[in-house]
């Protein structure tokens, strides 16, 4: 059993920086693709399938991220630390929602409970 712990979610103006942490238990962490997603407002009750992908790293290190984000948010990883970040910097209002971490190693599939992000236009 994997247990993922988001951090590092608050109240930004619109143009600032957060720094979010996801720090996993388990040892499958360094051998997984991590993972942030986000729920906007309103959509609190949709399946997981409907969380928007934000940004991915995969075990060797190579990041894919959504359109809406390039340029503006970084994923990077600490194998050692077991921990994964996202660093989002001139952020929007429509950046707003809850962020999700997860971990993706076939077959496991966990999500960590979410942080939330509130950017005040």
């Known amino acids: 059993q994997v247990q993922l712990v988001e951090s590092g979610g608050g109240l930004v103006q619109a143009g600032g920086s957060l720094r979010l942490s996801c720090t996993g238990s388990?040892?499958?962490?360094?051998?997984?693709?991590m993972g942030w997603y986000r729920q906007a407002p309103g959509k609190q009750q949709a399946p997981r399938k409907q969380?928007?992908?934000?940004?991915?790293?995969?075990?060797?290190?190579?990041?894919n991220y959504a359109d809406s984000v390039k340029g503006r948010f970084t994923i990077s990883r600490d194998n050692a630390k077991r921990t994964v970040y996202l660093q989002m910097n001139s952020l929007k209002a429509e950046d707003t929602a809850v962020y999700y971490c997860?971990?993706?190693?076939?077959?496991?599939?966990?999500w960590g409970q979410g942080t939330q992000v509130t950017v005040s236009s």
């Open positions: 997860h971990l993706d190693r076939v077959p496991y599939s966990y």
């Open positions: 969380r928007e992908l934000v940004a991915i790293i995969t075990s060797g290190g190579s990041t």
């Open positions: 388990g040892s499958i962490f360094s051998d997984s693709t």
